[in-house]
């Protein structure tokens, strides 16, 4: 006999798929691939919304030198007791995103352009006799043709106290003065490259700007970009004025414009990056030195804009106004400069507004470009 019996082998019951169960898993295989789909096609567009453009130079990453800002929605303008009228109202502006240069332009940059291109600077041309009279109103006598020689306003500190509602008092047109030669014919850009380029007028900055494949900054980008994050401040930095132990930028400390006691470090311009730059991580976007915008300069513009509820990339007034000189088209600038302080200009306010005829260079005056091209 065997010592066993095979046993019979019994087949488990195996549970036979019916129609309706195969159809309930198939149905979760495509909800739950649809889901992944979806999801993953709404991680790809949050990340596009949220990524800089690629770079539009060409190349992958952003442009040297420049931020990609986000664009959104702010308060424009302010109610602060230092906001003069062109300032007001506050009001709700909302600008699409852009590239913008982390610096002001400097002699650097500025000295390439030229070198490219053989351009010649307002302030290295002789003085349009025609342009120029057509600034002042009709009947004023000429200037004597030697102040019509290249030429640009110089800051020059008086010797005694003046009134700061004369600022012919501190403002002197020297002949020989350039971007080359910011403080006199003798002076020279050594040790000054990373220095803001100074004595450039609107024509000549947006003629770099075209050069360099940028444009200039609206207004409204501008001041944006200004506050850095921070919605209704009073500075780019918050709301604590700067003081002898935080500057917080290159402005003016000692009695305006008599005294420059230099605690910030620099009597006049400083090199670009020297003070902490801005949530958006620009550098001084309050100080060293004013920067022009594309647009015209109006008192009224931002009561123009406080009336369209919110203001979508304004790019300002179709011409501009200023009822201190009427017949002289001016732009905006914006940002103050190293001859600024609280007594007499807290131009670095990002509100703040400074018009300024186009064909104008002053030892304060510079800029810096911003693109939207793709
Ligand atoms: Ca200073
Ligand atoms: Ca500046």
Known sequence: ??????????????????LGSRWVVGRHLRWGLLGFVLTVGL???????????????GGMGPRAGMRWVRGGEFTMG???????QAERPPHQVKVDGFWIDETEVTNRQFRAFVEATSYKTMAERPVDLDALMKQVPP???????????????????PVGRVSLDDHTQWWDWQTGVDWRHPEG????????DDHPVVHVSWEDAAAYAKWAGKRLPTEA????????????????????????????????????PRINLGQDGYPRTSPVKSFAPNGYGLYDMSGNVWEFTADWFRVDTFLE???????????????????N???????????????????????????ARMACSMDTGMSHTGFRCVTTDK
């Open 325 to 351: 000189e009427p017949y002289a088209p001016k732009r905006v600038q914006k940002g103050g400069s190293f001859l600024c302080n609280d007594v007499y200009c807290t131009g670095y306010r990002p509100s």
């Open 139 to 157: 009947g004023t006598p000429p200037p004597d043709p030697e102040k019509l020689a290249p030429g640009s306003l110089v800051f020059k500190p």
């Open 221 to 256: 980008e501008w001041e944006f970009a200004a506050r850095g994050g921070l919605n209704g401040t009073v500075y780019s930095w918050g709301d604590l004025p700067p003081n002898e132990n935080n500057p917080r930028a290159n402005l003016w400390q000692g009695e305006f």
């Open 78 to 84: 302010s109610t602060d007791p230092a906001a003069s």
């Open 43 to 57: 991680v790809v567009y949050v990340r596009s919304q949220f990524r800089p453009p690629l770079s539009p130079v």
């Open 1 to 18: 006999m065997p010592r066993y019996r095979e046993r019979k082998r019994i087949p488990i019951p195996q549970p036979v798929p019916e």
């Open 185 to 192: 014919p003798d002076s020279s850009l050594e040790g000054r």
């Open 305 to 323: 804009q406080a009336a369209k509820g919110i203001a979508v990339n304004p790019t300002g007034p179709s011409s501009s106004l200023d009822p």
